[in-house]
T-cell receptor, first 111, second 111 residues
Framework: GEDVEQSLFLSVREGDSSVINCTYT??????LYWYKQEPGAGLQLLTY?????DMKQDQRLTVLLNKKDKHLSLRIADTQTGDSAIYFC???????????FGKGTKLSVKP | DGGITQSPKYLFRKEGQNVTLSCEQN?????MYWYRQDPGQGLRLIYY???????QKGDIAEGYSVSREKKESFPLTVTSAQKNPTAFYLC??????????FGNGTRLTVT
């Protein structure tokens, strides 16, 4: 079945880069997504990548996709305290319209 | 402004009572979704609807019911049959082959 795995915690110092990793199982996923959740709020779409791409850059965010290894990463450059949140990786199984989410990585940014 | 509105933000009920969570969207999206979020569990799909008057069970539909009488609205009823109803509930909507957009969630506490 489909499954998305992420490490649960990541701690970095302000100004450093953060790299959040994710592995997924459904090779037919058309898009892969990164969402951000701040405390008590809904999920905010950060970025997404089409499965035929291997990299996408958007300001401080860089997404890398290794389709062979089914590995997705999100790099946040110059991490700020405002980046502290839970980050969810998600895939879209071909047979469904919904997303399959990982359990989320809690990013803590220390000043 | 277009968006997804979930109400109320906080909801308290006594055990044994049914409760209905509201979700309204003005994005003209065909598909709508309900997810449940528990600490450390990520998001799990309860129900989804890809078109008016039609909906499908997700991974954890037991103890829940939905209706989709209008495109804009997808209310979720948490019934007394749901054994552990206390959770954070997130509603989302999307166009076909597009990212999900989320509401800000309803935190339900049942005592």
């Amino acid at each position: 079945g489909e499954d998305v795995e992420q490490s649960l915690f990541l701690s970095v110092r302000e100004g450093d880069s953060s790299v959040i990793n994710c592995t997924y199982t459904d090779s037919s996923s058309t898009y892969l997504y990164w969402y951000k959740q701040e405390p008590g709020a809904g999920l905010q779409l950060l970025t997404y990548i089409f499965s035929n791409m291997d990299m996408k850059q958007d300001q401080r965010l860089t997404v890398l996709l290794n389709k062979k290894d089914k590995h997705l990463s999100l790099r946040i450059a110059d991490t700020q305290t405002g980046d502290s949140a839970i980050y969810f990786c998600a895939e879209t199984p071909e047979s469904q319209g919904n997303l399959i989410f990982g359990k989320g990585t809690k990013l803590s940014v220390k000043p | 402004d277009g968006g997804i509105t979930q109400s109320p933000k906080y909801l308290f009920r006594k055990e044994g009572q049914n409760v209905t969570l509201s979700c309204e969207q003005n994005l003209n999206h065909d598909a709508m979704y309900w997810y449940r979020q528990d600490p450390g569990q990520g998001l799990r799909l309860i129900y989804y609807s890809q078109i008016v008057n039609d909906f499908q069970k997700g991974d954890i539909a037991e103890g829940y019911s939905v209706s989709r009488e209008k495109k804009e609205s997808f209310p979720l009823t948490v019934t007394s049959a749901q054994k552990n109803p206390t959770a954070f509930y997130l509603c989302a909507s999307s166009r076909e082959n597009s990212p999900l957009h989320f509401g800000n969630g309803t935190r339900l506490t049942v005592t």
